[in-house]
């Protein structure tokens, strides 16, 4: 039987191998309240996440728990960020 899971066969994600704890839990907790998954091929999806410039500092924090994970994306953008 073929494989139904899409990350299995996900070259990054085997690269960056299982998620810590800890980046399980802000995943979660963000997937439960301000953000939401975007499907971008057959196979990958992303995380996005979108706050006002007033929680700059909010969406630097989860950026850095997340960092890992961002090898292909850029940092946060605001005019106001740090």
Not at 5 to 20: D, F, R, W, Y
Not at 48 to 77: E, F, G
């Amino acid at each position: 039987m073929k494989n139904k899971n899409p990350t299995s066969n996900n070259k990054l994600n085997q690269s960056l191998g299982a998620l810590t704890p800890n980046e399980n839990a802000v995943i979660a907790g963000t997937l439960l309240g301000d953000a939401h998954l975007q499907k971008r091929t057959a196979t990958t999806y992303r995380l996005k996440i979108v706050h006002s410039t007033a929680q700059a500092d909010y969406v630097w924090w989860k950026y850095n728990k997340l960092k890992r994970l961002c090898a292909t994306t850029k940092p946060p953008m605001s005019g106001s960020c740090k």
